[in-house]
């Protein structure tokens, strides 16, 4: 039968030798050390219960994390994360882990973790010229199901929204666009002697029909700038200290494409897969000659410079004329020089011509949380609290056209250097160029990076341009297939 | 009875190793000609479709391979020869003993230290053709400016010197000891022979040093087939393709420009060419030792 106190103490214990995992002799159970272990047990007992209610029901409450595969240059990390805090603010059940990436690798990042079919991937930023070319190779998912065709028309500038398209499905969502400015330094041009050229300056307030006006009227011929430069170029002992001339993105395809667009000429065939007779052709054989002359003949840029050195040469005082971004004011003012904005120059023969679109947000074909990642899309880009975090952080031309709309309205933006948006607004619709619709855009902007290095480097423009426009079309092909 | 156990006892032993074998260098050159028989089809949304050898006949169709091929013999044709030769010559200097010695082989060993991606970048630094070191330098004696990495004709060139200037010192550590296993004695009784420093380097030092000479030239050629990183760093295959190497055109077929099937076909093509280098230079190696 056995001793009843032994049983009623075997039936107490029971549950906790299973917790513990361990037999406790019943015949020591009078002595402290004893109620100790006991009540240890119920400790135990207690913690592990505690932590499987935890992981059953707390985890139904655990945040969605969302991956956003994104730039981790300069400023941008650090404006990103003020959007994502905003968002996060209002949106305590999900949460936005960075994938940062350099310029250069993001690309190759994008290619291999969609490749791989990362699950881990929910948002991607897309360089918009790739949209054709994630789409057709099925790393994004269309945003069609989040944002009806009457919300991206009323949202959006058409140049912005269009550019996202890809076969009639909404795929990419503008978080910005860009333009194109000429920077000059004025104290340099003092020092020379050369007037500036009419632009927008610390001395006036402007309004938009003024900045008009001298987009108009008193922009710069590339002619233009390269006789001021010549005279802007100090060289002594065959060392120049100070250049006359030097694009932002050196030999980039964003930034270059402004100079045959100007004489009228595209890089490839209407079917976005002819290179032959476009990128070879007259008029840019001659954009391609004079940017060789720059570095080669004239001598009046310097070579062996990349964009991420360049926009510090203008800053630093060391190039008196320069052609870069929007987003270059901020970082010019903050520096302290002393420099105007001027409308971005043009072949005296041709028309004007300046860059444009920038990032777009895709959201990976592999994703698990889609409609969480719309949602973030939504705000950034689509929405007035996320966007205006955005442009007041970044200050890169907005694509949403409330903002502009707010630009517009704001005196601030009237006076110098703020005035320079209303400049950019005046070329996103009079002079912006979007660049070259192709699925092969990789292979394009790769092949005309190296191409216009050769020709900075002294390759002869007409070789350069026929062996590249060869290349081009072998890679073309296969996409015709 | 006997021999079978010792063989199968030597195959456990030897297991280990020939997983690792297996799993880390068979397996991935097994995937890597599986993956060179497909490739992305635009049709099907970016799904990889078998093509059989289409990246193949693609590849010899394209000039950019050609040229990518050219440049890689061209390479290994010099550098292979050149960091071994420099090598050698590092390790008989280091192998001498008098007085200082020791700062030499200091001197000698300091590139092992610069990892390549630092050292490429510290030669960017002074190869810069508008305010490098190397010009300020050829300019004091005269010489007007060279454009080094930027010029076609001398890139490549740079790109042995730098690779060289890294390599020579790590293959050296190997000839170094190759050269200490040699007997003093040997040296000795050819000098009492009247044996001249030539004559004793050419009948003593050589013949002993082959084995380690053959393991530096081999492992020497693979490492520079696959030679990336100044390349990556430094040109990005230019200017005019000068640098192109075909390891650097897989890297950009494969992780540019997405085009995963031509990168795996253009590795193929390039381990065959290492494995065709290796067997000709053992080949050469053997005939002479069998002489």
Redesign the interface.
């Known amino acids: 039968m056995g001793n009843p106190i032994d049983k009623q103490a075997k039936s107490t214990l029971l549950p906790l030798t299973i917790v513990s995992g361990n037999s406790i002799p019943l015949s020591i159970m009078n002595t402290s050390a004893d109620r100790f272990v006991h009540r240890l047990s119920y400790w135990r007992c207690f913690c592990l219960i505690a932590t499987l209610s935890w992981c059953v029901f707390g985890s139904a409450y655990a945040a969605t994390v969302l991956h956003w595969m994104t730039l981790s240059d300069n400023t941008w990390p650090g404006n990103i994360k003020k959007v994502v805090a905003a968002f996060e603010a209002q949106n305590p059940d999900i949460k936005i882990q960075l994938d940062t990436y350099p310029f250069r690798d993001l690309f190759e990042t994008i290619e291999v973790r969609m490749k791989a079919q990362d699950k881990d991937v929910d948002l991607i930023s897309v360089d918009v010229p790739l949209v054709a070319s994630y789409s057709v190779r099925g790393y994004l998912a269309p945003l069609d199901a989040y944002f009806s065709k009457d919300q991206i028309e009323k949202t959006w500038i058409k140049a912005s929204w269009q550019a996202g398209m890809y076969n009639g499905h909404f795929m990419a969502a503008p978080q910005n666009t860009s333009t194109q400015f000429m920077f000059v330094n004025r104290k340099l041009f003092r020092d020379a002697g050369i007037e500036p050229p009419k632009g927008l300056t610390s001395d006036q307030t402007v309004t938009y029909d003024q900045v008009a006006q001298i987009a108009a009227n008193d922009r710069w011929t590339w002619e233009q700038v390269v006789d001021a430069a010549k005279k802007l170029t100090k060289t002594e002992n065959g060392r120049t200290d100070v250049w006359g001339f030097e694009f932002d993105q050196v030999s980039r395809l964003y930034q270059l494409q402004c100079l045959g667009d100007s004489l009228g000429a595209t890089l490839v065939g209407p079917d976005g897969l002819t290179a032959q007779g476009y990128f070879n052709s007259p008029g840019w054989l001659k954009a391609a000659q004079w940017y060789g002359d720059l570095f080669n003949k004239w001598k009046i840029s310097p070579k062996n410079v990349t964009p991420d050195e360049s926009p510090s040469l203008f800053s630093g005082g060391k190039v008196a004329i320069f052609v870069g971004g929007e987003w270059n004011v901020g970082r010019f003012k903050e520096a302290g020089v002393d420099f105007e904005v001027a409308p971005i120059p043009y072949f005296k023969e041709g028309k004007p011509a300046s860059g444009t679109g920038s990032w777009h947000v895709g959201i990976s074909k592999n994703s698990q949380h889609q409609p969480e990642a719309a949602k973030f899309i939504q705000f950034l880009c689509a929405s007035d609290a996320g966007a205006t975090v955005w442009f007041d952080g970044q200050g890169q031309s907005p694509a949403m056209i409330a903002l502009w709309n707010k630009i517009s309205a704001d005196p601030k933006f009237h006076t110098f250097p703020d005035d320079a948006y209303l400049l950019g607004d005046y070329e996103a619709q009079r002079t912006a160029v979007p660049r070259p619709l192709t699925p092969a855009y990789l292979q394009l902007e790769d092949i005309f990076a190296s191409t216009c290095e050769d020709i900075r480097n002294g390759v002869d423009p007409k070789e350069a341009l026929d062996g590249a426009a060869q290349r081009l079309d072998v890679f073309f092909a296969q996409f015709k297939r | 009875m006997t021999y079978r156990r010792s063989a199968w006892i030597a195959y456990l032993l030897l297991s280990p190793a020939l997983v690792c074998l297996a799993v880390f260098r068979l397996w991935p050159i097994a995937t890597t000609l599986l993956g060179s028989l497909y490739s ?1 089809s ?1 049709m099907q ?3 990889d479709v078998f093509v059989g050898l289409n990246n193949y006949t ?1 590849l010899f ?4 391979f050609w040229e990518s091929l050219w440049v890689t013999i061209k390479l290994n044709l010099v550098i292979n020869p050149l960091q071994v030769f420099i090598a050698l010559l590092l390790a008989i200097m280091a192998n001498q003993r008098f007085r200082g010695i020791g700062f030499y082989r200091l001197l000698f060993f300091i590139p092992l230290g610069v990892s390549v991606p630092i050292a490429s970048i510290l030669w960017r630094i002074m190869l ?4 490098g070191l190397a010009n300020s330098l050829i ?1 004091l004696v005269g010489i007007p ?1 060279l ?1 080094f ?4 004709d001398q890139a490549l060139w740079c790109i042995v010197a730098i690779a060289t200037w890294k390599g020579a010192s790590f293959w050296m550590i190997f000839l170094w000891a190759g050269l200490q296993d040699i007997p003093r004695q040997l040296y000795e009784a050819a000098r009492i022979d009247g044996a001249g420093g030539i004559s004793r380097f050419f009948r003593i030092t050589f013949p002993l040093l082959r084995r380690p000479l053959l393991f530096v030239l081999i492992t020497d050629t693979a490492v520079n087939f696959l030679l990336f990183v100044p390349m990556f760093l430094l040109t ?6 000068s640098t192109n190497v075909l390891m650097y055109e897989a890297y ?1 077929s ?7 099937g031509r990168a795996l076909a253009l590795v193929m093509v390039l381990l065959l060419l290492v494995i065709a280098t290796v067997a000709i230079q053992f080949r050469l190696f053997s005939q002479e030792e069998a002489n």
């Open positions: 992305q635009i949304a970016g799904k693609q169709r394209d000039p950019i810069d053709p508008n305010s300019n400016s454009p990495l930027i010029s076609k990005r295959g230019g200017p005019s393709y950009k494969g992780f540019v420009y997405g085009d995963m």
